[in-house]
């Protein structure tokens, strides 16, 4: 029995000796790490597509780059045209709101210009109704003088021209004569049988005529002179006296209404 014990204790000690540890690492060689290789000529020619590829990112780039400033370049265009353009459109309104102040200033003073002798036209207008032409033309005569600027005074201008007419008028009717009496005198004078200057003619008549006007022939100098008012007809009425002559003669004698 002892025999066995100390058997069996040599054997454990022993047999522990001899086994290795399972923890112990493995001294085994690593195998190599293999790395993959191209041939030379695809090497190049990846090479080559990327470097045209490289060129051709810088090239779109320049030309990025180059749209880019022209487009900076153009809006740098169009902002100085907008502000040229707003720089007009200002100075228009300024020039507008200017006009319209001096069209209004001009109403303004117009208006102040036309209440200026409007009363003195009125009391004078109403007066020369009363008048003779004469002392009508004095009362719008001395108004002219008082109010020259005033919008009125073409009025008074145009009172005064028709009150001048109106004097001719009644001048004329003073030397007025009948048809035949007009016949007379100028035959009397020789007028239907010589050829006199027209200027004799008018101091005949008594005045130089109110118009004239050249007849129609080539042939012949044919002139026609008006008087107006310068025949008295029947019942008081008044025509004007024509006289038509023919190279310095005249012709014949009649009366126009």
């Not at 003088?145 to 009172?159: C, H, L, T």
């Not at 080539?218 to 025509?239: A, I, N, P, T």
């Amino acid at each position: 029995m002892k025999t066995f014990i100390c058997c069996f204790l040599a054997f454990v000690f022993l047999g522990c000796g001899e086994d290795e540890p399972k923890n112990k690492p493995s001294t085994s060689p690593k195998p190599e790490a293999t790395v993959e290789t191209v041939p030379k000529e695809e090497h190049e020619r990846l090479l080559a597509e990327e470097e045209s590829r490289k060129l051709a990112l810088a090239e779109e780039l320049d030309q990025a780059r180059e749209g880019l400033a022209e487009a900076e370049s153009e809006l740098s265009v169009k902002n100085e045209t907008i502000e040229s353009l707003e720089l007009k459109i200002l100075e228009l309104t300024t020039a507008v709101q200017t006009y319209r102040k001096q069209v209004k200033d001009s109403k303004d003073s117009l208006a102040a210009l036309r209440k200026i002798g409007s009363a003195e036209y009125r009391e004078i207008y109403e007066r020369a109704k009363g008048l003779e032409a004469g002392a009508a033309i004095l009362l719008f005569e001395g108004f002219l003088e008082k109010y020259p600027d005033s919008p009125i005074a073409s009025r008074a201008k145009g009172q005064i021209r028709k009150l001048q007419a109106d004097l001719r008028i009644l001048q004329n009717r003073k030397n007025a004569r009948t048809l035949r009496t007009w016949d007379v005198k100028l035959k009397g004078e020789g007028m239907f049988a010589r050829v006199v200057d027209k200027e004799v003619l008018f101091e005949l008549v008594g005045r130089p005529p109110d118009s004239s006007k050249k007849g129609s022939s080539s042939e012949f100098r044919q002139m026609s002179y008006l008087w107006k008012d310068y025949v008295l007809g029947q019942g008081g009425d008044y025509y004007d006296l024509v006289i038509e002559r023919t190279d310095g003669k005249v012709d014949r004698i009649l009366f126009s209404k």
